[in-house]
């Protein structure tokens, strides 16, 4: 949800052209995680201060751009260090509801009609993006981020997240003859920075300015922060949602950590520290910084990191001494450009739903031993065929615990769903599922016995962190599986698997969901290898997983039947999506996924309630997928077949290969989605496939966008929990 992106340049030339298309580059690599309107902010420049009225209201330099709001003079001139030249600077702020083309197309016109100077170069600045996704007030111009202090920018914030006292804040702020413009909770933000400002009795530097104001705020969030009275810095924060730091510089002198007491002198340009050229990337997510660099620090809770003068410090509000830097590791990136491009595809989501066979190779690389060992003195109980390093050292704990409680949302939460059984088969151990918003709705009991597995794609969904605080606090082990390292997920943990599947870039999750139940089976796996009674279920299990990929690969080849399939659903208005057992969880998230992109009503649901409502919903109209491939189900999904037939129900069956009797069941008129058989742990996996491929189909013939579904976000990290 939402996206932030800042740059950050010393030493290193830029125009103004190329600053503004850094920052709209890395919001269009921040589209999938939904949004409605954008923004940016960059600087003005000497020349564009005598007349310019980009800021509303006075120009910045003069007498009354000096000024307080009391009318009072400024405590000191505020001067940067731009190469050569010292001047000072006021924000430009730019804002588009709609698409980043939309502010693309704005942000050109508006800086042209006002004779902004597109080739100055800047040695030194800073600029700051973002995509925003309505939480407070609707996606209007007004609403959109950056928010700012005043008509003279003197404080510009982008935010990510939600600011829960933001009312009290606000009036407070209101009783200080502060007016608001706008709906959003962020408006507050910098309002603040210039109420705390104004009331300084001593410089400040801005790091520490941002860390008082920070201890006022609650709720979750990351921000980046600009001002006119620190031009050329750049200060970041967060605390709940996501941020990283890219670090980008010359490679003869590595980069010197510094703290606040180095760079807080503003006044004095003779005190500070000569940095190399450097470039810094701040953002929300990994893919909008690969490109750039892949040195990269994850922030942590409460960090605030400062740029300024070729040189970055990183300090954190918790700590005593707020003035000194704290250690954070540099990490190098895994990912790839080319993770990020849709190679040869027309849409992110058909690109992933394809890469599925590789992603789940990638997933069990390294973790499964498929060949048994042909040593004949090993003995084969004692051999293990899963390894999975992150739970290694607390198998035994997990083994010994009271239940296994999944906690999730959406499509992972089907995932844990569709691979419930197969731990309660393989481990004999009592397997609770919680949707991780009414885990906190209900303050559900969690004892220390329990072993919790906290399952997200990105690693940041706000609601499962909510809950997984809630669980350590009762001293539950806590696991993780997500896909992004160095997550919160995982970072906050005591232990867990990282599912391997690649940047997942379609807000609709595809080739994550497979991977994750094939992570939760590995689980389930390895928590029952010192159970001899299982070993012959367990082996012909990790049998099935090795024949996935080749499986996965012949089923999309039914991408053309699935796109015939959606030419007769495409005027539909809703559909209904029957499962049992393993595939309840099937149909739960075909569903969703016809749901959340072709915008078309549909339902998942199980097939044992059928006859507790859901059958007066069956007419010769509605269609009906119906899921009956041959696990211990079968026999009850053609009873089912033959009750919605008796109904003259539009069918459309999904059923393995060479099955006559479902075949014989079905009439002429109903349709047959037939895939390879596997082992019914597994089948699930293979089953959602096709329908991936349906609801992918649908929702290019009902005119919609397959990546950016209307209202939704790829990373969901704001929550109602305070």
Not at 60 to 72: D, V, Y
């Amino acid at each position: 949800m939402c996206g932030i992106f800042g740059y950050y340049n010393y030493k290193v030339t830029r125009d103004r052209k190329a600053i503004l298309e850094f920052l709209f580059t890395g919001l269009r690599r921040l589209e999938y995680r939904g949004y409605d309107s954008a923004g940016i902010s960059i600087d003005s420049d000497v020349s564009e201060l005598k007349g310019t009225s980009l800021p509303n209201g006075p120009v910045a330099g003069s007498a009354a751009a000096n000024s307080t709001p009391n009318g009072t003079a400024e405590k000191s001139p505020v001067v940067v260090e731009d190469g050569s030249s010292t001047y000072t600077c006021t924000p430009i702020v730019i804002k588009s509801s709609g698409k980043i083309d939309a502010l693309v197309d704005q942000a050109y016109t508006e800086l042209r009609s006002s004779d902004v100077n597109l080739h100055t170069n800047f040695d030194s600045h800073a600029g700051i993006a973002h995509t925003r996704w309505a939480t407070h007030g609707q996606p209007t111009v007004i609403n959109c981020h950056p928010q700012v202090s005043d008509d003279k920018h003197e404080f510009v914030v982008v935010h990510n997240g939600i600011i829960t006292n933001y009312k009290p804040l606000k009036d407070f702020l209101m009783k200080q003859k502060m007016t608001f413009e706008s709906e959003t909770d962020t408006e507050v933000i910098p309002k603040l920075c210039m109420y705390v400002y104004n009331n300084l009795t001593e410089p400040l530097a801005f790091s520490e300015l941002i860390m008082e104001v920070m201890t006022q705020l609650e709720g979750a969030y990351a921000l980046l922060i600009k001002s006119s009275h620190y031009p050329g810095e750049l200060v970041a924060c967060k605390r709940g949602s996501p941020l990283i730091l890219g670090i980008k510089e010359t490679p003869v002198h590595s980069l010197k950590r510094t703290s606040s007491s180095l760079i807080s002198d503003l006044r004095d340009i003779r005190k500070r520290p000569a940095g190399e050229a450097f470039e810094a990337f701040v953002a929300s997510d990994a893919s909008a910084v690969v490109e750039h660099t892949k040195r990269v620090i994850v922030l942590e809770d409460n960090d605030v990191v400062h740029l300024c003068k070729g040189a970055y410090g990183i300090f954190n509000v918790g700590h005593a001494d707020r003035r000194l830097a704290v250690p954070r590791v540099l990490q190098t990136l895994e990912m790839e450009v080319n993770h990020i491009m849709k190679g040869g595809y027309n849409h992110f989501m058909q690109k992933e739903i394809h890469e599925q066979p590789e992603s789940i190779t990638e997933t069990m690389r390294g973790r499964v031993k498929f060949v048994p060992s042909p040593n004949k003195t090993v003995d084969p109980y004692q051999m293990r065929r899963i390894t999975l390093g992150g739970l290694s050292d607390h198998l035994g704990s997990i083994r010994r615990g009271r239940r296994v409680v999944f906690v999730a949302c959406g499509t992972s939460f089907h995932a844990c769903l569709a691979c419930r059984q197969t731990v309660e088969s393989l481990t004999d151990l009592p397997v609770n599922l919680e949707l991780a918003s009414d885990l906190l709705d209900r303050r559900c009991p969690i004892f220390r016995d329990d072993m919790c597995v906290f399952v997200s794609q990105s690693g940041e969904t706000a609601d499962t962190m909510h809950a997984l605080h809630y669980a350590k606090d009762r001293g539950a082990l806590c696991i993780g599986i997500t896909n992004t390292v160095g997550s919160a997920i995982a970072r906050h943990t005591d232990c867990g698997v990282h599912i391997n599947a690649g940047c997942e870039i379609g807000v609709a999750s595809t080739k994550a969901y497979t991977s994750q139940m094939v992570v939760i089976t590995m689980m389930a796996l390895a928590l029952s290898e010192d159970s001899i009674a299982k070993r012959p279920k367990r082996d012909a299990v990790i049998d099935a997983l090795g024949t996935l990929p080749a499986k996965l690969r012949r089923v999309l080849k039914l991408d053309t039947q699935m796109q015939k399939l959606a030419e007769e659903l495409k005027h539909e208005s809703s559909l209904l999506v029957f499962g049992r057992g393993y595939n309840y969880a099937t149909a739960l998230e075909a569903a969703l996924k016809v749901k959340e992109v072709a915008l078309m009503h549909s339902e998942g649901i199980l097939a044992g309630e059928m006859k507790h409502g859901p059958l007066a919903l069956v007419d010769e109209n509605m269609p009906i997928i119906v899921i009956a491939t041959q696990d211990r189900m079968h026999a009850k999904m053609q009873s089912v077949i033959q009750q919605l037939r008796a109904r003259n129900a539009r069918l459309i069956v999904l059923c393995n290969e060479g099955d006559n009797s479902i075949a014989s069941l079905c009439s002429p008129k109903c349709r047959l989605i037939q895939v390879p058989e596997v082992d019914e742990c597994v089948q699930a996996i293979v089953n959602i496939v096709p329908l991936q491929l349906l609801s992918y189909h649908l929702t290019l013939l009902r005119g919609h966008n397959v990546d950016q579904p209307r209202n939704l976000a790829k990373a969901v990290t704001v929550s109602e929990e305070g």
